[in-house]
T-cell receptor, first 111, second 113 residues
Framework: TQLLEQSPQFLSIQEGENLTVYCNSS?????LQWYRQEPGEGPVLLVTVVTGGEVKKLKRLTFQFGDARKDSSLHITAAQPGDTGLYLCAGVESGSEKLVFGKGMKLTVNP | DSGVTQTPKHLITATGQRVTLRCSPR?????VYWYQQSLDQGLQFLIQYYNGEERAKGNILERFSAQQFPDLHSELNLSSLELGDSALYFCASSVVRGRGEQFFGPGTRLTVL
């Protein structure tokens, strides 16, 4: 059983479209992170959210942490080909230091 | 550039062999994590070291072992290799007692033939 479920798993869209990626769990997390990974490279940290209901913006990316700290979403506005990659959410369970990853959402933005 | 370095970048070996992967964490980070990434399993946590001591274990096989040295670099040893061990292996480092933010190296791609 995957602790963190991401949906959708795959998404192919045209440049300029908006999209939302979801990261859901039945567990409570003390913090949750979003990473972006390009083929053959290591994941790169985009953002960390720690407070229930927290919203963070990074240019065209908006991240939200659920009120109960069990889920998160990533919204991309006006996607660009440079946004193509694997988006991973990862959470630190309360009382733990282990980071648990979802399987990721593979995004392709076509020009 | 995350500041985490890993060597080698690629490794091709045969079944039954033993290999060692090396990782140097970011300057100042005491914690090192090892992950395995395969197409069907995603990113799987293997083991964590903090300042030379094992801190947490994940889905690490008995054929695999790791250590962290006094200079804080870490090595992951994989022995009796099987075809299914072919994967990307990542090292990450962090400041423990932070918010769990980890910084990943570029990875080692292991191919077992």
């Amino acid at each position: 059983t995957q602790l963190l479920e991401q949906s959708p798993q795959f998404l192919s869209i045209q440049e300029g479209e908006n999209l939302t990626v979801y990261c859901n769990s039945s567990s409570v997390f003390s913090s949750l992170q979003w990473y972006r990974q390009e083929p053959g490279e290591g994941p790169v940290l985009l953002v960390t959210v720690v407070t229930g209901g927290e919203v963070k913006k990074l240019k065209r990316l908006t991240f939200q942490f659920g009120d109960a700290r069990k889920d998160s979403s990533l919204h991309i506005t006006a996607a660009q080909p440079g946004d193509t990659g694997l988006y991973l959410c990862a959470g630190v369970e309360s009382g733990s230091e282990k980071l648990v990853f979802g399987k990721g959402m593979k995004l392709t933005v076509n020009p | 550039d995350s500041g985490v370095t890993q060597t080698p970048k690629h490794l091709i070996t045969a079944t039954g062999q033993r290999v060692t992967l090396r990782c140097s964490p970011r300057s100042g980070d005491l914690s090192v994590y090892w992950y395995q990434q395969s197409l069907d399993q995603g990113l799987q946590f293997l083991i964590q070291y903090y300042n030379g001591e094992e801190r947490a274990k994940g889905n690490i096989l008995e054929r695999f072992s790791a250590q962290q040295f006094p200079d804080l670099h870490s090595e992951l040893n994989l022995s009796s290799l099987e075809l299914g061990d072919s994967a990307l292996y990542f090292c990450a480092s962090s400041v423990v007692r932070g918010r769990g933010e980890q910084f990943f190296g570029p990875g080692t791609r292991l191919t077992v033939l």
